[in-house]
């Protein structure tokens, strides 16, 4: 028989590097694809709770504005309170020594100063309360947005309390 020919055998080792380089390279593709779509996932995650805390700091800020424009209304409040006060008691003074009219003095005095000690004690509260708001606000980021809405609630109701109670004084000092 003459020499049969025979194959290199290069070419089915080459075959066979080629084919693994190309399962290897498919395989690092499609890795490197799922890697890929999870960083997307976990981007746009991040990107949604970046506007989402942008717009809680937004409306605390807001919030944070709204008291301080309540505490300094009130802190006014609280002043004219005072004067008013001041000057009725300097008017009543003077109504003269007639012991009737020294006893309806203290009766009223003692109702005015009762009704002052309410707004003082009401309005100190609410200040107080409203400090301690802004305080909460001005690091809002290490309290609940739900926590600083409901203490914000109730420094509005304690501020409520005093506004009434100013209301009575008012009434209270009414000639």
Same mark, same amino acid.
């Given at each position: 028989?003459?020499?049969?020919r025979r194959r290199p055998?290069?070419?089915p080792v080459l075959a066979a590097g080629l084919t693994l380089t190309l399962v290897a390279g498919g395989a690092l593709v499609a890795y490197l694809w799922r890697?890929?779509?999870e960083w997307r996932a976990t981007s746009a995650g991040w990107e949604t709770?970046?506007?989402?805390?942008?717009?809680d700091l937004e409306r605390t800020q807001g919030?944070?504005? #709204? &008291? !301080?424009?309540? *505490?300094?209304?009130?802190?006014e409040q609280l002043g004219t309170a005072q004067d008013r006060i001041t000057e009725l008691a300097d008017e009543k003074a003077q109504l003269g020594d007639d012991s #009737? &009219? !020294?006893?309806? *003095?203290a009766d009223y005095q003692a109702r005015v100063s009762q009704?002052?000690?309410?707004v003082a004690t009401a309005l100190a509260t609410c200040i107080a309360g409203q400090e301690q708001l802004i305080r909460y606000m001005d690091n809002a980021e290490a309290h609940e947005p739900a926590a600083l809405r409901r203490f914000r609630d109730d420094v509005d109701a304690l501020c409520g309390?005093?506004?009434?109670?100013?209301?009575?004084?008012?009434h209270e000092l009414e000639p």
């Open positions: 028989m003459a020499h049969a055998r290069a070419v890697t890929t779509d709770l970046a506007v989402t805390a942008a717009a919030d944070l504005a #709204a &008291a !301080q424009e309540v *505490l300094d209304d009130t802190r #009737a &009219a !020294q006893q309806q *003095l009704a002052a000690g309410k309390q005093a506004t009434e109670a100013n209301e009575q004084l008012q």
